[in-house]
C-alpha cells in the first residue's frame, strides 16, 4: 500500500517537492471518500464529483504504527494545489482549498463494518477548521489539476491556531498558500499523504 502511493506520486513529480521529501515513508493511509467516488493513487474527478465535502479517514500502514501514536496525538489535515492556476503556469500554488487542526487520534481499525462507518463519519470533523472546504474548479481549458490531502502528526505541545494563522477564507486569499512554512513553522511531521486529478466537466482530454 505505502509503496502504490509513493510510486503514483513520483510518477506524477509529487515526490520530492517542498511540502513531501524524497525520503518520506508514510505511515498511514488516508481514505478519501467524496459521495459517488473513492480516491485512490491519482484518481481523475470532474468538478461536479467535488462540490461535496469528502469524508476523511486513516488506516494504520504497518499494526506497529498504532503503538508509536498515543491517544494524545492529534493531526493537521490540508488540501492544496500545487496547480493553479493552471500546470503551466503554476503561479498561484499552492491555493488552499482546506485546513483542518487539532485533529484527535483514534485507533485505526480494519473491520469491514468500522470500514462502513469511517466513509460516512469524516475525522476532520472532529478538529478545528481554520479554512473551510472549497471545491476544486479547474477550467475546461486547463490541464489535470494534482491536489494533495495531507496528514500531518501535531508535536505534543496542542497546536492553538487561529484562522488568520493561515489566512483568508475569500477566493483570492487562498492562492500562493506557502505550505511548506506553515509546516516547518509549527513542527508538522507529515504521515500521510493522497492525491487526485481534477479536470472541468467539459474537459475532452484522455482519462
Known amino acids: 500500500m505505502a509503496q502504490n502511493i509513493l510510486d503514483s506520486l513520483k510518477d506524477a513529480n509529487l515526490v520530492p517537492s517542498k511540502v513531501i521529501p524524497a525520503d ?4 498511514f493511509h488516508l481514505n478519501v471518500h467524496f459521495p459517488t467516488k473513492a480516491i485512490s493513487n491519482g484518481t481523475l474527478v470532474r468538478v461536479s464529483e467535488v462540490k461535496q465535502t469528502p469524508s476523511i479517514s486513516i488506516s494504520a500502514i504497518s499494526p506497529t504504527t498504532t503503538t508509536t501514536e498515543t491517544p494524545e496525538q492529534s493531526f493537521t489535515f490540508m ?21 483542518v487542526t487539532n485533529i484527535p487520534f483514534s485507533s485505526p481499525t480494519t473491520s469491514k ?14 478538529g478545528r477548521t481554520l479554512t473551510q472546504y472549497l471545491p476544486p474548479g479547474p477550467k475546461d481549458e486547463s490541464g489535470p489539476h ?20 493561515v489566512g483568508g477564507e475569500e477566493f483570492v486569499e487562498r492562492r500562493s498558500f506557502r505550505a511548506e512554512e506553515f509546516v516547518q513553522r509549527h513542527g508538522l511531521r507529515l504521515v500521510g499523504v493522497q492525491w487526485m486529478r481534477g479536470v472541468g466537466d467539459g474537459w475532452k482530454g484522455p482519462e
Request: hydrophobic share 35%.
Open 24 to 27: 518520506f515513508t508514510p505511515t
Open 79 to 99: 488540501l492544496i494545489d500545487p496547480d493553479a492556476p493552471t500546470p503551466d503556469d503554476p503561479k498561484f500554488g499552492y491555493w488552499r482549498h482546506w485546513v
Open 113 to 126: 463494518q468500522s470500514e462502513e462507518q469511517t466513509k460516512a463519519a469524516s475525522m476532520v470533523d472532529t
Open 146 to 165: 494534482r491536489y494533495l490531502f495531507l496528514l500531518f502528526a501535531e508535536p505534543e505541545q496542542r497546536l492553538k491556531l487561529e484562522k488568520s494563522d
